[in-house]
């Protein structure tokens, strides 16, 4: 087949992006397709209509890629895409959205409220610990934890770089203490749960995609009763959500609560697939090498692509 790339574009997760994006490409590749890398500009339509791919691997990250902006252009063009449609990518990508769907469908998820940025310069939304986090992006980008001593010493000013000077709203939301826990979902599947450890106290961005700041323990070593939960709750939301091929769930479990302090932050619709990413190191412990992870994520496309074509729709 015919496979183009897309990757890159302008967003926060550009550089992610493009290492997910290559990976992907040299794994197409392997696997005996024709295969064109496509960097996202502003000549995006032009240059998939050019490409004439049979189905197009979504490899951006963050926006326009993962908010279901470049997946309503994909259905315009009457393209065959992986990962999800439009709407569930506008969804997932909302946290207080994806509560609104989560919440109601038993998945527990931590109690905050959007509040004006301008408005943190005068009062604290929450009482201390709390997380400040923008609505509408992922891989940790722009979260800040305030402490006591704030934001790990770093005073919520004007003056001072943080959300508050990048996002004119922000979600606050109680700090959970304990333990990073993940979940990755391929078709109807949950894989395993991982658990992160960070050297520097929180798992952001830098954490992430910086090799040696995180050890990933895969399996977790979790009481039996969060495993599941865990698993549960991240193919609830995989469901509810209407994801296509994979996604990851993100949680935070406070060990002192037991099952009571375990929640889902967030639902990724666009996992990474970098040599750091879990969804792939998630696939391998189940005996899924990268090469066919990428081919059963394009498999799927075509699979949804052609029960769309039946029922005149995609979500």
């Not at 074509?309 to 995609?314: I, Q, T, V, Y």
Request: glycine share 10%; proline share 6%; net charge negative.
């Amino acid at each position: 087949m015919k496979v183009a790339v897309l990757m890159g574009g302008w967003s926060a997760e550009r550089e992610v992006s493009l290492t997910s994006g290559r990976g992907i490409a040299a794994a197409c590749r392997s696997l005996g397709h024709d295969t064109v890398e496509i960097d996202m500009g502003r000549d995006v339509a032009q240059r998939l209509t050019e490409a004439a791919p049979d189905v197009v691997f979504n490899a951006l990250h963050g926006t326009p890629g993962e908010d279901g902006t470049v997946q309503g252009l994909m259905d315009l063009l009457g393209l065959t895409y992986t990962h999800s449609g439009l709407t569930t990518s506008a969804i997932a990508i909302d946290k207080e959205l994806t509560k609104a769907l989560l919440v109601p469908a038993g998945v527990p998820m931590p109690r905050g409220k959007l509040v004006a940025s301008e408005s943190l310069f005068t009062a604290d939304p929450l009482p201390r610990p709390y997380v400040l986090k923008p609505v509408n992006e992922g891989s940790s980008v722009g979260v800040a934890i305030v402490t006591g001593e704030s934001n790990y010493g770093h005073p919520i000013r004007r003056d001072v770089p943080g959300p508050w000077t990048e996002f004119a709203t922000l979600l606050a939301e109680p700090f959970i203490a304990g333990k990073e826990l993940t979940v990755a979902v391929l078709g109807d599947e949950a894989l395993a749960v991982t658990e992160l450890q960070t050297a520097q106290g929180f798992y952001d961005y830098e954490a992430k995609y910086t090799d040696g700041l995180t050890r990933h323990i895969c399996p977790a070593e979790l009481p039996a009763e969060v495993e599941a939960a865990c698993l549960a709750h991240a193919l609830t939301a995989h469901r509810v959500l209407g994801c296509r091929g994979t996604s990851r769930s993100d949680f935070r479990w406070d060990p002192a609560q037991g099952l009571a302090g375990l929640f889902l932050l967030e639902v990724n619709t666009q996992p990474g697939m970098t040599p750091l990413s879990l969804v792939p190191e998630q696939a391998r412990y189940r005996g899924i090498s990268y090469e066919q992870l990428v081919g059963r994520l394009i498999d799927m496309a075509i699979a949804d692509a052609a029960i769309d074509k039946a029922g005149g729709g995609r979500a």
